[in-house]
């Protein structure tokens, strides 16, 4: 667990600034200007206490007073496994590729763990041994196991993709133009 959380905390996005250009700053301080200058000259015309004026919105500026309701979605934890086909070894497959995606949206990012696939970790009722042995021994749901023990997380889904599954989806989104000289 301390290691996702560490991942985490490293690959946080920044959150963007809402863009403002030097017309709304002048607008905006013009504007503070005018208000201030509206109870400085009521407060010396009058023996009365004067209230400021609230500032009127200046178009553009999205900043609110009010605190924004406290997000209640939950992330979402995302296995995703690249196995090979055990060719030529005669064996089952392995993963050889495995990834943690957690989706966050109430903090607006994704981050993404990859675990070496020689790890040596504890896989639950086997012992010590890479993690890529999971996959072999359990499939998916031992390999899922494995990491919810490991990094204390919940896994929501499991992706299992082979090589010729990778190429599918290449082919899906269009292909990949190679040019070579």
């Known amino acids: 667990m301390q290691a996702l959380k560490k991942a985490q905390e490293q690959y946080v996005l920044p959150v963007a600034e809402p863009e403002t250009n030097s017309e709304d700053l002048e607008a905006q301080s013009s504007s503070t200007l005018e208000t201030a ?3 400085s000259s009521t407060t010396a015309n009058s023996s009365a206490t004067a ?4 500032p009127e919105p200046v178009p553009g500026n999205t900043t609110t007073s009010q605190p924004k309701p406290a997000c209640t979605t939950k992330s979402t934890n995302i296995l995703v496994l690249g196995i090979d086909t055990g060719e ?3 064996r089952r497959p392995r993963s050889d590729t495995v990834m943690i995606y957690s989706l966050q949206p109430c903090k607006g990012r994704i981050v993404e763990v990859s675990v070496p696939g020689d790890s ?3 896989i639950p009722g086997y012992g010590l041994m890479n993690i890529n042995r999971a996959f ?18 919940r896994i929501d889904r499991v992706v299992v993709v082979d090589f010729a599954g990778f190429a599918k989806l ?3 989104i269009g292909g990949i133009t190679l040019n070579v000289e």
């Open 37 to 39: 200058t509206e109870v």
């Open 51 to 54: 209230t400021p004026k609230e």
């Open 88 to 90: 030529p070894y005669n």
């Open 120 to 122: 040596r970790v504890e």
């Open 136 to 153: 072999e021994i359990g499939g998916a749901a031992l390999s899922k196991q494995t990491i919810e023990k490991l990094f204390d997380i």
């Open 170 to 172: 290449i082919n899906a």
